[in-house]
């Protein structure tokens, strides 16, 4: 069986560009979860959606956004890249929106020059 | 692969000797803890958790401590081997809907054969 699956696996921008990184949940999960981790540091938490709604949001400016699909894929973009915005995003899956249990995809690495 | 984390602690073990890995925790309304185990290039995998009403759990080799005194939680591996090498996150989740993780900062275990 698949696990979580993320594209692109590398991607390059340049400040003020903007992004959308994807991810494929593990079938049958609804829930879907976005994590930033830059070098060096634990991930943090941006957002969870459930059945296509946002559930949970982290501290994150506006210019992160999300949205979920009716087949449970996500979408994360970010707009005006900043040089800081440079990281491994991670998306996670669970079952349901109060599962324990996550699940990671490999991540998508972004470089903002 | 790249590097996850380049300037975290580092434990470095021999091949066979058991590991400590040991993790302070921030919130005491957390009612959930996980140690996950992140490789070069890839996310976080789930090894363990334990429930804030136990202070013990065993998996396979893998054994971990919960202090609620203290706000402290370790990770022990016995007979560690050099498929163990890499960098160790502990995380928790407070009692809300979303059950979002937060991630402490992470050791770099090292198995030298």
Redesign the interface.
Known sequence: DAG?TQSPTHLIKTRGQQVTLRCSPISGHKSV?W?Q?V???????IF?YYEKEE??R?NFPDRFSARQFPNYSSELNVNALLLGDSA?Y?C?S?SV???????????T?LTVL | G???????PTLSVQEGDNSIINCAYSNSASD?F?W?KQES??????II?IRSNMDKRQGQRVTVLLNKTVKHLSLQIAATQPGDSAVY?C?E?MD???????????TRLQVQP
Not at chain 1, 97 to 107: I, K, M, R, S
Not at chain 2, 96 to 106: H, N
């Open positions: 979580v979860s994590y981790q070098l060096g540091q634990g991930p943090q938490f969870q559930r949970g982290g491994l991670l996670a669970s929106v109060n599962n324990n249990e996550q699940f990671f995809g490999p991540g690495r | 790249e590097s996850v984390g380049l300037h975290l959930y996980i996950y290039g890839k996310g976080p995998q789930f958790d996150f995380a989740i809300t809907g979303r059950r979002a993780l937060t991630f402490g900062s992470g």
